[in-house]
């Protein structure tokens, strides 16, 4: 599996995002007509259930900046997160920080690898480390910036399963199923401690979709029939928001 992952790992992303939140029935009922038009992307299909744990750990800094520009619809924002696809550690695991962002009305995402062993994951800190022996990258001296100036820290994991599909005619045109969500008050990319997970909007499932021109006729077709409406949705923020974190902070 760790091979399949390492191969498919792309540094660089420019594309629009748009998301959708569909109950069990609906994702049902959307997912029965896109096998017509896309095919599951071929790294899911090594899965027995055809779904794969993406897990994110997000910094902020100590006023929660990126979650506010989040929430106050900033047009031009951006964040930080290391990302893996495990919920135990493997040496053989890819982990990445990734700077994920939005510029007007495209999302861009810029992600390097991280070299590991099993004492620095868990200290995430020392992970992080690792960054500053890397040749400059524009991401990694952007977070070494963020990390010293700013004192961003890792503050929220999120874990969810995710099914995607690529378009059988485009292959800028995806669309992934984001289900089974949980967020985790937590400074460690691998916590022992389970006490501040948290299940998120338990029976929906975050539908988005990524292309880089158009989107197809046969989609706009789809979301008349089933009444889609585009919402704006971040899991970093729904799990802050499960948490005493934002509460403490307001009042």
């Not at 599951?40 to 990126?66: I, M, T």
Request: aromatic share 16%; net charge positive.
């Amino acid at each position: 599996m760790s091979n399949t992952l390492n191969n498919k790992v792309q540094e660089h992303f420019l594309r629009y995002e748009f998301k959708y939140i569909l109950d069990n029935d609906k994702k049902q009922q959307v997912e029965s007509e896109l096998v017509h038009f896309m095919q599951l992307d071929p790294f899911v299909e090594q899965f027995e259930n055809k779904k794969y744990l993406v897990r994110s750990l997000y910094f902020d800094d100590p006023v929660y900046s990126f979650y506010y520009e989040k929430t106050d619809g900033l047009m031009h924002r951006q964040k930080f997160r290391i990302r893996t696809y495990a919920t135990q550690y493997n040496e053989n695991i890819p982990i990445m920080l990734e700077l994920k962002g939005r510029y007007n009305n495209f999302v861009y995402k810029h992600r390097t690898p991280i070299s590991h062993n099993s004492t620095l994951v868990k200290d995430t800190f020392l992970l992080t480390k690792q960054l500053e022996k890397i040749p400059a990258k524009a991401v990694t001296q952007q977070f070494i910036y963020d990390k010293y100036k700013k004192n961003i820290k890792p503050v929220m994991l999120i874990d969810y399963q995710r099914r995607a599909y690529q378009s059988k005619y485009d292959y800028e045109f995806r669309i992934t199923f984001d289900g089974e969500l949980f967020g985790t008050q937590t400074e460690q990319l691998f916590p022992e401690d389970k006490r501040y997970k948290r299940r998120l909007i338990d029976g929906y499932t975050i539908m988005e979709v990524k292309f880089r021109k158009h989107v197809p006729p046969w989609f706009h077709r789809i979301m008349i029939k089933y009444q889609l409406n585009r919402i704006s949705i971040s899991k970093y923020c729904t799990g802050m928001e499960s948490t005493p974190l934002i509460e403490d902070l307001d009042d």
